[in-house]
Antibody, heavy 118, light 113 residues
């Protein structure tokens, strides 16, 4: 059974940084493209970015509002996906979901809440 | 960016009746080389993460009940629930994966009348 467990969500001040992690199990993580999708409170879904597998170059892609501030990485030895978030803005407040897939998203974690507020 | 627009924003349907949700993309999501529409539907129940229901516009994900069906082509797509059950109360999202950034519709909230 595929399991994705996010962690690292917290309350942070504008301009601050936070690192989210996602522990994956139940599938061959190293072969998987992985993505982050976020959902602001009471709002819809927004794709944040994705990382390809190492064999496909481990390249990343991001949505414009986070480009240059967020970095997705992976540690295949630990089956872990990471999201480093810098220069956080109030509008980054959301539940962040770790998902399998780079185009469509077939498995989702429960999410971790990031609140950016002074 | 491809803009996805769903209608209606909310919908109330009686148990056992048909529910229909529409999704329109700002440009075609048909990839001509394989004749596939890069369109997916998700269901999000209260307090839960989204769940993939349908991909390639009309292919049900494994385990999804056959009362859920997807249809459409070009820029206009439909999710149909043939006979609404109480457990289908949720917000439904369409999503295009034809191009980056992947984009979602704003969601349609489905309730019981």
């Amino acid at each position: 059974e595929v399991q994705l467990v996010e962690s690292g969500g917290d309350l942070v001040k504008p301009g601050g940084s936070l690192r989210l992690s996602c522990a994956a199990s139940g599938f061959t993580f190293s072969n998987a493209y992985m993505s982050w999708v976020r959902q602001a409170p009471g709002k819809g879904l927004e794709w944040v970015g994705r990382i390809k597998s190492k064999t496909d170059g481990e390249t990343t892609e991001y949505t414009a509002p986070v480009k240059g501030r967020f970095t997705i990485s992976r540690d295949d030895s630990k089956n872990t996906l990471n999201l480093q978030m810098n220069s956080l803005k109030i509008e980054d407040t959301a539940v962040y979901y770790c998902t399998t897939g780079g185009k469509l998203f077939d498995h989702w974690g429960q999410g971790t809440l990031v609140t950016v507020s002074s | 960016d491809i803009v996805m627009t769903q209608s209606p924003d909310s919908l109330a349907v009686s148990l056992g009746e048909r529910a229909t949700i529409n999704c329109k993309s700002s440009q075609s999501v048909l990839y001509s080389s394989n004749n596939k529409h890069y369109l997916a539907w998700y269901q999000q129940k209260p307090g839960q993460p989204p769940k993939l229901l349908i991909y390639w516009a009309s292919t049900r994900q494994s385990g999804v009940p056959d009362r859920f069906s997807g249809s459409g082509s070009g820029t206009d797509f439909t999710l149909t629930i043939s006979s609404l059950q109480a457990e289908d109360v949720a917000v439904y999202y369409c999503q295009q994966y034809y191009s980056s950034p992947r984009t979602f519709g704003q969601g349609t909230k489905l309730e019981i009348k």
